[in-house]
């Protein structure tokens, strides 16, 4: 056993997220998490919503509440939806906790001891109309690298590169169109320059990554530049340090106060758990934690601040980057294992837009489809390794071709057929097993080592389609054996053999599918006749602030229960009772309605 860390993105608590947020942070990140612990690692997978930065200060006041006040209400919906979505958390948590603030400003603190943040004078952006800081994210133009006209102020999106707001070519602000003003203002800068040997180390002894994830993070090591971690801004965490932290008008940077989430919800998770030091097992680089691997997942347009800042900032808070230091109160902290970056999701043709109406949000489309039917898209066809588009007519195929007319076929004609006929599963014929029995009882276990692996890899759109290709062999052995022509009373010893062999399948491929199908996988085993959870699912719970602030609503759960990573043999003479389906058989109309929709 081995501690494995699932470190998913952070939402951003500006609104409710789409499904195409969901295809790049949320579904792989549990698929994974729930594999490793079915195949007996310590997992601990954290994440929550990112509150701070000037788009909810801008919302908040355009909606004319606070930011807190907004943040608190897509806290709650984003939670709900995750949850709806199965999503297994330890602990999904929020960055306007009081623990949360002191872990950012302790890293802020070390360093800065260490000299790996450095004030530095620059040019802001004022806006002229308001005289209010215009956030980086807030600035569009041309991008002076490649020429792509719909650069933001910290970053193109079409050459990767970190930008700076005054060096974009005929800037305009987002909010009002204004050109806007740049005044000297003074902030706190990561030194990212003195960081970069050990990035390129580091990076240089990644094995196993998505190509493209490697190759885009390598190449950003190639003009490193001191990158600003404060802003001018009143939403956020405060400055840690003397003449700073009393000041109204500088806050950390969102970006910087987000990555350490990932730390600050492992401290909280062990806060709660009971032993406040727990935490350690997945970061630290000595003792327990020392042979931990940390996975993170996220959408391709935050790889840099994965692959490059985070892993940046931990290595200046362990002293380890050219200006050495020493580590500071939470010690040497372990540096990503692998940075998982999904490709974007796009929908009917067109990238995702509230504003445009191209959109289905989570919320939306669970009131109308099962989750697990969601969870199934973007594992077979979501974008692992390419943009992928989002189709009604695509999503209705998936779900009526392979998962009621494949899987859910499966499940029901060999259940029916035993509970019909025997009332039970069937014992095995004392005369044995035939080699076409044999050939489908290995094909489901091999698929465990293979399936397994695949998902270890984050090969997963290999690894569903390696356990529907046992779900495949399930249905042709059944077509080809043919129970239901075995009518005399001599031949039922042989269709029981059939049928447990096939009932047999359905439990093994149940627990392949379960990190991809939970919902279902536990549906499955109570039709098989188990009790108890098969598939745990997290929970919503209301908690208090450890350190005297609000309460808050957040997702936790009980993974220790639950299906092991391996074959189990059924139980012969199990009462079973008719199955009712496990799938939803989809309408085709529902693909005129949902274009209507689109289109309204």
């Known amino acids: 056993m081995s501690h494995v860390l699932a470190a998913v993105a952070w939402p951003y608590a500006n609104g409710p997220r789409h499904i195409g947020h969901v295809s790049g942070f949320g579904v792989p990140s549990d698929v994974f998490a729930r594999y490793m612990r079915m195949a007996g690692h310590d997992v601990l997978m954290v994440s929550g919503t990112d509150e701070h930065g000037t788009p909810i200060q801008v919302q908040a006041d355009a909606e004319g509440v606070s930011p807190r006040e907004l943040a608190d209400r897509y806290n709650r919906v984003i939670v709900e939806d995750l949850h709806g979505l199965g999503l297994s958390y330890d602990l999904f948590t929020r960055t306007t906790t009081g623990n949360h603030y002191a872990v950012v400003q302790e890293l802020f603190e070390g360093m800065y001891r260490n000299g790996y943040i450095v004030p530095k004078t620059t040019m802001g952006a004022i806006s002229p109309s308001t005289g209010r800081t215009l956030p980086d994210r807030y600035i569009e133009g041309t991008c002076p690298i490649c020429g792509y006209d719909s650069a933001r102020g910290d970053q193109c999106d079409n050459c990767g590169n970190q930008l700076d707001p005054v060096d974009l070519i005929n800037p305009k602000s987002k909010i009002n169109g204004e050109t806007p003003k740049f005044v000297e203002t003074e902030h706190f800068f990561l030194d990212l320059p003195a960081l970069a040997d050990v990035l390129r180390r580091w990076l240089d002894g990644r094995e196993g990554w998505r190509p493209n994830v490697l190759r885009f993070s390598r190449n950003l090591l190639d003009d490193l530049q001191p990158r600003a971690i404060t802003r001018d801004l009143e939403w956020g965490v405060p400055i840690p340090l003397d003449g700073w932290r009393e000041r109204g008008d500088k806050r950390i940077y969102v970006w910087f106060d987000a990555v350490i989430g990932y730390l600050s919800a492992s401290v909280e998770w062990a806060r709660r758990s009971g032993d406040p030091e727990a935490w350690r097992k997945w970061w630290s680089t000595d003792g327990e934690g020392k042979d931990s691997r940390a996975y993170y997942f996220m959408g391709k347009d935050n790889i840099v601040f994965h692959s490059v800042i985070w892993p940046a900032l931990l290595a200046g808070y362990s002293g380890e980057g050219a200006k050495d230091g020493e580590p500071g109160r939470l010690g040497r902290l372990n540096l990503p294992t692998e940075v998982v970056s999904s490709e974007f999701l796009t929908m009917e043709g067109r990238k995702f837009s509230s504003s445009r109406r191209v959109v289905i949000y989570v919320r939306d489309f669970l009131e109308r489809y099962d989750a697990d039917a969601l969870r199934y898209f973007i594992a077979v066809a979501g974008p692992e390794n390419n943009d992928t588009d989002f189709t009604w007519a695509e999503f209705l195929r998936r779900n009526n071709d392979e998962l009621v007319a494949g899987w859910g076929n499966l499940v029901n004609r060999s259940i029916s057929m035993a509970a019909k006929n025997f009332g039970a599963i069937p014992e095995i014929d004392p005369a044995g097993l035939t080699e076409a029995d044999e050939a489908l009882l290995a094909v489901a276990r091999a698929g465990f080592a293979t399936v397994g692996d695949l998902i270890a890899r984050h090969r997963q759109k290999q690894a569903i389609g390696e356990a529907m290709k046992v779900v495949a062999e399930a249905n042709r052995y059944l ?93 012969a003479g199990r009462p079973l009772a008719a199955p009712k389906p496990v799938f939803r058989k989809l309408d085709p109309s529902i693909v005129d309605e949902e274009l209507a929709r689109l289109t309204g």
């Open 479 to 571: 077509s080809e054996q043919a129970p239901w022509k075995l009518k005399d009373e001599a031949d039922k010893p042989r269709m029981g053999t059939i049928l447990h062999v096939a009932l047999q399948v359905v439990s093994d491929a149940n627990t392949l599918l379960t990190p991809f199908l939970p919902h279902s996988a536990q549906k499955v085993h109570e039709l098989l006749g188990g009790t108890g959870v098969h598939a745990p699912m997290p929970q919503i719970q209301q908690v208090d602030d450890l350190d005297g602030g609000p309460a808050y609503p957040v997702l936790t759960g009980d993974y220790t229960v639950g299906a092991r990573w391996e074959s189990v043999p059924v139980e």
